[in-house]
């Protein structure tokens, strides 16, 4: 273990390799725009540049190796002179369009311009203004403008070395030189959009955000992605109920640092296609109409007649409220499993199982769970209690569903419940690997949505009461730990073949 000398303080490196990763790992900023930990190393924006010791120049800190002994300035009179010239350099023929630029807001060169420089130019000439490709279409998620561009080649790097096809390239040099397709090649791959997430400007943006929503506006929360049984982690960006974008949030144990296109854009489970109303003999009704509609629908029948439909779309604690209440208050013996059809997987992330929590709901159920392919085909039932809106009954059955997004099922329901989708929930559920993915509500129903859905366990505990039950819901929270902790290496329930609503 080697000791470094930063700024007239000792620090150990505990394994570090470069000066920049001790900065890092000890609170020091040292402004950057080509690193990232996820990529290799191109050293070629020049704003890590720092004063060591014995050193004839100013040596990038992302590229150079630690020794002990090593006394390292980063805020000496020298670097801060060239933070302020390569700055100028940077943004020489920068367009200065941040009131219009998607990244404004979060551009590390603002950032950076306001911590670090904060001066007029002394360069800039309207008449030698670069003009280079604006606008420019890479493929169908991400939009180019080459001026706003300062060719930190992490777009390059990331396609080269986590997606492994060359699909950018650089053309030109010096002042001219701008990001391309590669020959033969178009930007369109499941992780297109992370393009965009690493680039540290204006230049890459999302053609699905560009121009929806400024960011300051938006109020970012901590969850997990609803859709695969990857389970990766994200920011859910969200402004007055809806879900702008998911982002990235690091977990080294599942996703690293990126996120598929389809993880970006899974605001829309929450977005589209909503239940947001209660509806009763396919009219929409007040929930107490509702309630008593679907208490008539299911009180006084016998046993064995009624059958309940958990969801791999919904949270391990949801489909254990609707399992206790279906086995206590329903006399339920049959349960079924509907879930989203399997799709294409890959290498890095996604699954081809795209339901977020296929083993946890079919953990809640107990043994015996069935594919909801089969409950159409099922003898001798008079009703359905389901949670979502995938699958279909047989069309004599009564069916009771609690919905968050319309669906087959829904369609057929003689009465209709909103359910919170997976913004408006706080819970967990189990991914494919058999690990607990747990989440706050990142949508506050009584600030964003005065009609939001009750909670799963809080509706059915309405519906008991309707029904005229003593049945309450217990501790959630302790019975989904406890089958998260007995979770078997993946044995999933068949999927269904049944459409998404």
Aim: hydrophobic share 40%; with cysteine; glycine share 8%.
């Amino acid at each position: 273990m080697a000791m470094i000398k930063i700024n007239g303080t000792e620090y150990e490196t505990n394994g570090a390799r470069t000066i920049l990763d001790v900065t890092r790992a000890n609170g020091i900023e040292v402004p950057t725009f080509c690193y990232n930990p996820e990529l290799s190393i191109a050293a070629n924006c020049r704003m890590c540049l720092v004063e060591v010791k014995g050193a004839p120049k100013l040596l990038p800190a992302c590229q150079t190796d630690i020794r002990d002994g090593m006394e390292v300035m980063t805020e000496s009179p020298q670097v801060q002179a060239w933070q302020q010239q390569n700055l100028e350099f940077i943004l020489l023929h920068h367009p200065v369009d941040c009131p219009i630029c998607d990244q404004a807001g979060e551009c590390e060169l603002q950032e950076h311009y306001q911590r670090y420089d904060k001066q007029k130019t002394q360069l800039w000439s309207f008449r030698d203004k670069d003009r280079k490709p604006k606008r420019v279409v890479l493929g169908p998620h991400i939009v180019y403008d080459a001026e706003r561009c300062i060719l930190c080649t992490q777009c390059i790097r990331f396609c080269d070395e986590i997606w492994g096809t060359h699909l950018l390239d650089s053309h030109w040099r010096g002042d001219h030189r701008h990001i391309i397709t590669a020959e033969g090649e178009e930007l369109d791959f499941p992780y297109s959009l992370m393009v965009a997430e690493v680039c540290p400007v204006g230049a890459m943006t999302s053609r699905d955000f560009r121009f929806k929503k400024r960011v300051w506006f938006l109020e970012s929360v901590e969850g997990i992605c609803p859709g695969c049984a990857t389970g990766c982690a994200v920011h859910v960006d969200h402004h007055e109920g809806v879900v702008h974008r998911l982002r990235p949030r690091r977990d080294p144990d599942v996703n690293g640092a990126w996120l598929c296109n389809d993880g970006v854009l899974a605001g829309r489970l929450h977005n589209d296609d909503r239940v947001l109303e209660p509806f009763a003999g396919g009219e929409a009704a007040s929930l107490d109409e509702a309630l008593k509609k679907a208490a008539k629908v299911l009180g006084d029948l016998p046993e064995g007649v009624v059958a309940a439909v958990l969801s791999a779309e919904h949270t391990t604690e949801e489909n254990l409220a609707l399992a206790s209440f279906a086995r206590e208050a329903l006399k339920v013996k049959d349960f079924y499993l509907a879930a989203r059809p399997d799709g294409d997987g890959d290498h890095l992330l996604r699954s081809t199982d795209k339901n977020p929590n296929r083993r946890g709901a079919a953990a809640a159920a107990g043994s015996g769970v069935k594919p909801a392919s089969e409950l159409e085909a099922a003898a001798g039932l008079q009703a359905v209690i389901a949670l979502g809106g995938i699958g279909a009954a047989p069309k004599a059955v009564k069916v009771v569903a609690l919905a968050a997004r319309t669906g087959d099922l829904v369609k057929q329901a003689d009465v209709v419940l909103p359910a919170p989708s997976f913004a408006q929930s706080a819970g967990s559920t189990i991914n494919a690997k058999g690990i607990r993915r747990s989440f706050g509500c990142a949508i506050t129903p009584e600030i964003h949505e005065p009609r939001a859905p009750l909670p799963v366990a809080d509706m059915l505990d309405r519906l008991a009461a309707a029904m005229g039950l003593a049945h309450r819901t217990g501790d959630l929270e302790e019975q989904a730990a406890k089958i998260a902790a007995q979770a078997a290496p993946p044995a999933p329930v068949p999927a269904t073949e049944t459409k998404e609503g």
